[in-house]
C-alpha cells in the first residue's frame, strides 16, 4: 500500500517531474471548470474559480440546489459564500445544470459517508466518475476533492478507464490521455471563502503531469502553498490531519469525564496547563460532528485496522461523549415528574447551520427516549424545522421562552446567540445548568 518513506516518494515525483518539464501542458488561460457536487466545498471552489476568471459549471443531481445556484441563491449558510456565488452567477462565469458538460477539468466534491462498520461509502464518488466518463474526450484533468480512503484516485481512473476504453490514464500509448489527482480541500466550515484561498494546498496525481496540472489549476486561486506530492500521499495526508484534531479533541472529552469524577473545573484545568509553552490541549463538548472530524479517521482504521489502535480509541471516545452527557441530563432531570428540558443548539458546531452527525442531536435523541415523560425544547438559531429523526421527540423553541420555563438547560452549541450579555444564566435561579462547551463559567 505505502510508497516506502515520504523523502523518496517526493524525490521521486520531483526528479519525475524533473523529466517530464517537456511535456507539460501549458496551463490553460481560461479553463472550463466542471464542479460536481455543489455542496460545502463544491459551490464554494465553482465561485472561486469563476471569480479568478474560469468558465465554471457547477453539476448536481439536486434540482433544488441547480435552480437555487442559477438564481444565484446559496442553499445553506456559510458566510460570505452568498455575495461570491451571486456576483459569479451575475457576471456569467458560474452556471449550473444536472449533468456534466464537455469541460478541461473535472473537479469532484461530492460525499464521503461511511457504511455500516464504518466502512466508506463510495457511491457518489462512483455515480460521478460515470457521469464525467461519458462527457471525457482527452486531455482532461479530473480532480478528486472530496475526503477519500487511501487509493480512491486510482479508483476513480480505474472506473472511467473502464467505461472509456478508447481513454488512457498513465499515457502508455497512443490513446488519448486524461489527468487523474487528488486535491483534498481543508477548510474550516464558517471561513471557507477565507481559507479556500488562504490556506496552503496539497495536490497530488496519479503521474506527475496531472501533479503539475493540479498545481497550475489550484495556483490559479490559492495564496497559500501548492505542496506537491502523489495521490495516495494526498489521500492519506487529509486523513491524518483530521485523525490528528479528532485524537486531541478525545483528549480534552476524557480529560472533562475524569475531572468531572474528581469535583475539578476541566475548563481551569485546561487553561492553566495551556500555559506550558508546549501544551495546547483543545476545548471538551458533547461529542465530534461534521462531516469530516467524525468520519475520516474510520478510512484510516478501515484501511489498516490492525495498527490504528489510538486512532479508534480516540472514535470511541468521542462517540461515547453524547451518551455521557445524557446521563447529566437524566440525572439533572430526575426528580421531576414531567420534566421541562431546554436543549440550545443542534448544529455540530457554533454558528453553522450544518447539523450532520452532530452530536447534539444524538444528545437530544437519546434524552427522549430515556426520559419519555420529558418536555424537550430544542433551540437552534440557524434553522426553521427539527430533521426527521427528532420529528415527534422534542418541538423547536424560542431562547427565552425555552430557557425561562426549562428544568434543565443544556448547552449543547457555543453559538454566538447563546454567549454574552445576552444570556445571562446567572440570573435565572432554579434551574440545572449543564454546559457542555464551557461557554457560561
Ligand atoms: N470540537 C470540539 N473541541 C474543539 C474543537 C472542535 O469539541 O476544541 C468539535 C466541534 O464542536 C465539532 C467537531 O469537533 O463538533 C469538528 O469541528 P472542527 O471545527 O474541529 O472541524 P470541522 O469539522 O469544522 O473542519 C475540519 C477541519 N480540520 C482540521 O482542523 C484538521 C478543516 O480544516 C477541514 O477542512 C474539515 O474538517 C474537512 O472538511 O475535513
Partial sequence: MKDGPLTTTHEAVAADQAVETAQRPAPLASPTVAVVGLGYIGLPTAAVLASCGARVVGVDVNADTVAAVNAGQVPFVEPDLDAAVSEAVRSGGLRAQAVPPPADVY??????????????????????????????????????????????????????MIARKDLSADGSDNRPQVHFAHAPERVLPGRIMHELVANDRIVGGLTPVATERARALYGSFCKGKILMTDALTAEMSKLVENSYRDVNIAFANELSVICDQMGIDVWELIELANHHPRVDILRPGPGVGGHCIAVDPWFIVAAEPKHSRLIRTAREVNDSKP?????????????????????????????????????????VRQISEQLPNALIEVVEPHVSALPEELLGKAKLGRLWQSVETADVVVLLVDHSEFKGEGLNLGSIPGKAIIDTRGTWR
Fill in 323 to 363: 451518551g455521557w452527557v445524557v446521563d447529566r441530563v437524566v440525572a439533572a432531570a430526575e426528580r421531576y415528574r414531567k420534566p421541562r428540558i431546554a436543549c440550545l443548539g443542534l448544529a455540530f458546531k457554533a454558528d453553522v447551520d450544518d447539523l450532520r452527525e452532530s452530536p447534539a442531536i444524538e444528545v
Fill in 107 to 160: 473537479i469532484i466534491a461530492v460525499p464521503t459517508p461511511f457504511a455500516a462498520g464504518h466502512r466508506p461509502d463510495l457511491s457518489y464518488v462512483e455515480a460521478a466518475c460515470d457521469a464525467i466518463a461519458v462527457a471525457l474526450t482527452g486531455g482532461e484533468l479530473v480532480v478528486l476533492e472530496s475526503t477519500s480512503p487511501p487509493g480512491t484516485t486510482q479508483l476513480v481512473a480505474d472506473r472511467i
